[in-house]
């Protein structure tokens, strides 16, 4: 099949791809067709540039201890391995004649120089390499569940995470629709059973966070926004106007 001329079904595949639902053969299909096609290749390179930029909405979350004790003993068996390396090594490069003889102990001692020369080098890589993996977890955003709103086109609208540390739904408009200025949209969580609960209501921002709780995000299969009267309308009454973005909240460890 010809993805570029069914422009809605590429763009569902190419925010599936970028968001890693896309797997196994249709995975593969979907890359092999990405290598091939140009316009495949741009709606997954645009998806990716879409999700990158979600990292600017996320604050610093602190790993588990867990995690440094992982570094830690990583890089103290990476620097027993580089010594155990050197060591061999000088071993095999020392003379085999008396070290009294004529330059013999100038080379030995600018040999063990060498050494601990190279040694220091190895202690400051292995301590900037731990600082800039300790930076990227700290900046790496904690998302677990995530939802590509689309019309009734399957054009995506509006691409939806939830923090659990921050216990917070971001929100970021992906599309082109603009509501008019005497109306709001407002988001809702269609549970199994029962009425339709508010979210929140939507301000004209590109981009937007609001308070949620994981219990209640965990047992919603599906996200919806609706076109309301501006400010938006009480949870308890459901949406008023039509709904014009639904998606399903897929459970995703980032």
């Known amino acids: 099949m010809k993805l570029s001329a069914h422009p809605a079904l590429l763009e569902?595949?190419?925010?599936?791809?970028?968001?890693?639902?896309?797997?196994?053969?249709?995975?593969?299909?979907?890359?092999?067709?990405a290598r091939e096609h140009a316009v495949v290749r741009a709606a997954a390179l645009t998806w990716?540039?879409?999700l990158a930029s979600m990292t600017e909405l996320a604050h610093p979350v602190a790993p588990d201890p867990a995690v440094w004790t992982r570094i830690r003993n990583?890089?103290?068996?990476?620097?027993?391995?580089?010594?155990m390396a050197r060591q061999r090594a000088a071993a095999r490069a020392l003379p085999v004649h008396d070290a009294s003889a004529s330059g013999g102990w100038l080379r030995s001692l600018a040999l063990w120089r060498g050494a601990a020369a190279a040694g220091a080098v190895a202690t400051v890589l292995a301590v900037v390499v731990g600082v800039n993996l300790r930076d990227q977890l700290a900046n790496a955003?904690?998302?677990?569940?995530?939802a590509v709103l689309a019309d009734d086109q399957s054009t995506a609208s509006m691409l939806v995470t939830f923090d659990p540390n921050k216990r917070q739904l971001v929100l970021q408009r992906?599309?082109?629709?603009?509501?008019?200025?005497?109306?709001?949209?407002?988001?809702?969580?269609?549970?199994p059973e029962g009425a339709?609960?508010?979210?929140?209501?939507?301000?004209?921002?590109?981009?937007?966070?609001?308070?949620?709780?994981?219990?209640?995000?965990?047992?919603?299969?599906t996200l919806a926004i609706s076109l309301e009267p501006r400010g938006g309308v009480p949870s308890d009454r459901g949406p008023t106007g039509p709904v014009l973005f639904k998606g399903a909240l897929i459970e995703k460890t980032l």
């Open 174 to 191: 992906v599309g082109g629709y603009t509501e008019g200025s005497d109306k709001s949209l407002q988001l809702w969580a269609l549970p």
């Open 141 to 146: 955003p904690a998302v677990q569940y995530v």
């Open 12 to 33: 569902l595949l190419a925010a599936s791809y970028a968001l890693g639902t896309l797997r196994g053969g249709a995975r593969r299909r979907f890359e092999a067709m």
């Open 74 to 83: 990583l890089i103290e068996a990476e620097q027993k391995e580089h010594a």
């Open 48 to 50: 990716q540039g879409r």
């Open 196 to 221: 339709p609960r508010s979210l929140g209501v939507l301000d004209h921002a590109p981009a937007l966070r609001l308070p949620a709780q994981e219990s209640d995000v965990r047992a919603v299969p």
